[in-house]
């Protein structure tokens, strides 16, 4: 369903330093932007903000920068930080093409995977989130050992991205096909997630920590 524009959420998010318009200001500087040297992890599409704002509230001595698109979703991502008075949280309106011109090297430390779109046509697989194109982004910005946690419902994505974190050299080190029925302790259950678990849809999941050196800008 087509989000219906909220013109009055961008000017909102303007006025609140959680939200980071101009994310490419802020390039090798996300620490100070802190304001503290706690580990960084990030979020690729992040939705209404169950997820993130969940872990943000379970562990304070972790930064979180959340990206999506849309400023009718992220907004509401705002005002629940506010609510909750969530301060280790950054919020950014952007393409996630252009994610690694956002960081330096080794700035994120963790890259969560949520729910992505599986772009199933073959000539549109480029753009999933899990594709080597992306992970070869990714490794211009993660730490030495970073780990990727990556969820989907789709069978033929979670399939196809075993593979693509083989071939660009990450380290799987769990995989469960129905994380529902699994005994994994540390989930934080998304909004859809919770939803097409209740339909019984399976949902999958995998753990990849990238094991080679961090490749050159």
């Known amino acids: 369903m087509r989000l219906r524009k909220k013109w009055w959420a961008r000017p909102e998010m303007e006025k609140d330093s959680k939200a980071v318009i101009d994310p490419y200001a802020v390039k090798g500087r996300w620490r100070e932007n802190f ?9 690729l599409g992040c939705g209404k903000g169950q997820f ?16 999506d698109l849309k400023d009718e979703v992220l907004v509401f991502v705002l005002r629940k930080l506010n609510e909750m008075e969530l301060t280790n949280v950054r ?20 890259i969560y995977i949520n729910f992505c779109n599986p ?19 990714y490794k211009r910005f993660i730490q030495p050992g970073t780990e990727v946690w990556f ?13 693509y974190f083989e071939e660009e050299n990450f380290e799987e080190l769990y995989r469960n096909w129905d994380l529902s029925e699994s005994d994994f302790k540390d989930n934080v259950r998304t ?11 399976k949902i999958k999941f995998g753990i990849f920590r990238y094991r080679e050196e961090r490749i050159e800008s």
């Open 191 to 201: 909004e859809y997630e919770e939803k097409f678990s209740a339909f019984g849809v």
């Open 91 to 110: 919020i950014i309106p952007m393409f996630i093409e252009r994610v690694d011109e956002i960081f330096e090297k080794d700035e994120i430390s963790k």
């Open 119 to 137: 772009w199933p046509k073959v000539s549109h697989n480029k753009r999933r989130l899990t594709h080597p194109r992306f992970l070869t982004k």
């Open 35 to 43: 304001g503290n040297d706690n580990p960084i992890h990030l979020e």
């Open 151 to 163: 969820k989907t419902d789709d069978d033929d994505l979670f399939e196809a991205s075993l593979e």
């Open 52 to 67: 993130i704002t969940t872990l943000a509230e379970k562990n304070p001595d972790i930064n979180y920068i959340a990206i």
